[in-house]
């Protein structure tokens, strides 16, 4: 077959399909443009999901008349001028691909005013071509509108998500954006309505606060480490607060949100023993590092980045994050004086009932690799009677003890298990109306999820509508549940909902661990009485699979009284 020249116009097909893929990377580009212009406030307006338009305006430095034209050009840019610059760019764009890119599947305007002119130009491309450049009145910043995204590429639409799915993601472009640029304040209108705002402060929790709740953002700490030539600050989530996904986890490097595996994964096992499978902390790092140590030029839409000492880095990160989440001396009033709770797990080592978690979690891990041989084996040797509770530790763990051992519970897995199998006898998807609506705040990301999945929703038993910019009436919940579960079980499900990929099987098996770990079920603090306790555990032997909750963690540890012996040194 003859080698021959691609038309211009296959050309830009081509191009465009490395830089825009839906209306999330119109978005992302057009953004970048902004903040890479000095932008302190951003504007995204979509109808359709962004597939009818995207409109971005700022109030950045403008382009100059005389280059409007020029903009819309293929590989012109005002960011690089030699090769050497490659090496130590800090600018979010750089090739120059990004307006032409968009403009060659959609129809594009683009109007813009630098400060010191008295009005401003603009000029439109549809399918790649341009007219010629008109003034315009308009305020200071840049203003670009694309409409009909894909509109002339049938083969490219018809791979596009529903509205609101395309609008999520355009959500979660914003949400890292606005954290690598909290100095920024950002909107996001979807058809009419604004669903994103952020104050542009500077402070990063307030960024959280902004787009995930005070909530969020309160449940936050602080991360501090240094490197020779480099550091990295930001947020990490308490044990406990961890979410379904990753998708509230953003690492930024020299001001680029960016995507690094290696990272990602150094951060998350800092929290070994801290989280149960299937759970994700959140986080925002920022890390600083030499420009000459990040190469941004190797991804098409500047996602990935490499790193010249990405091992050292990962430690870096690592062992940051895990000081910070090193516990800090704690104590747990008790119900009659002001004594505090310890559990001594090994010979003259006392920690506190807080610190024992981690131990929980080692102990039976060990106890399940030299245990019994089999489940089978397991089940038979549990005593055939629930052993006595003693009492309660710090208000997470009750302990007991039989004939031949002591017993620690962790009083929330228990009560997770015992309601899960409940759920897999019984039908929580009958609606129960309340009397008065409970008022629900969602992110954003959650609210275009529940437009997406309202039906899903009313199949498992709840009735939910729109109450406000980020608030809902829940106005019906599953008949089993006790109304106090649902505040924090309704995003839980929206969450399991956005992640899709699953059947309706596979579904329905997470909307009942979520339901089993978020209804009234016992938590960490809760007080409970010695008969409350006493029920906890013989429910806990009756059930089907004691020895773990629904999302694999151990439900209790037993100690031989050989094996104490052993730990005390008495023989």
Known sequence: MAIRLLPPDVIDQIAAGEVV???????????????????????????????DLVEVTDDG??????????????????????????????????????????????????????????GGVAITAAGGRLEEPVPLAMAQGTRVTVRDLFGQVPARR????????????????????????????????????EVLRTSGGGNLSEVFADLFGVDVAESLMPVDGKLDAGRVQGLVSRPGRDRGNRQWQFLVIDGRPV????????????????????RFPVFCLRLEVPAGDVDVNVHPAKLEVRLRREREVASLLHDAVEAALAPQPRTFPSATAEASVEVVLTPGIAVSAEEAAPALFALADERRAYGAASPQEAEAALPPQAPEVLGQAGRLFLVAADHGAIYLFDQHAVHERIHYEQLEKRDFRAAQLLLSPLVVRLSAGQLQTLAEHRDDLAGYGFQVENFGDRDVLVRAVPRLFGREAYPSLLP??????????????????????????????VKEQDRLGLYEQQSLVRQLWNCREPRFCPHGRPTYLKLDYDELRQRFLRR
């Open 21 to 51: 893929e839906r209306p999330a990377s119109v978005v992302k580009e057009l953004v970048e443009n902004s903040v890479d212009a000095g932008a302190r406030h951003v504007y995204v307006r979509l109808e359709g999901g962004g597939i």
């Open 61 to 118: 430095e403008g382009i100059a008349p005389a280059e409007i034209a020029l903009a819309l050009a293929r590989h012109q840019t005002s960011k690089l001028r030699a090769v050497d610059d490659l090496s130590g760019i800090r600018s979010f764009g750089f090739r120059g691909e990004a307006l032409p890119s968009i403009a060659s599947v959609s129809q594009l305007r683009l109007a813009s005013r630098p400060p010191e002119q008295p």
């Open 158 to 193: 018809k791979f596009l998500l529903t509205p609101p799915a395309e609008a999520r993601r355009v959500i979660a472009v914003l949400e890292r954006m606005a954290v690598a640029a909290p100095q920024v304040a950002f909107s996001l209108t979807v058809d009419g309505q």
């Open 259 to 278: 995507e690094v595996g290696r990272l990602r994964y150094a951060i998350e096992a800092a929290y070994q023993g801290r989280l149960l499978k299937g």
């Open 492 to 521: 839980e499900l929206l969450e399991a909902l956005a992640q899709g990929g699953e059947g309706p099987v596979e579904r329905e098996e997470r909307v009942r661990r979520e339901l089993a770990a978020c209804r009234a079920s």
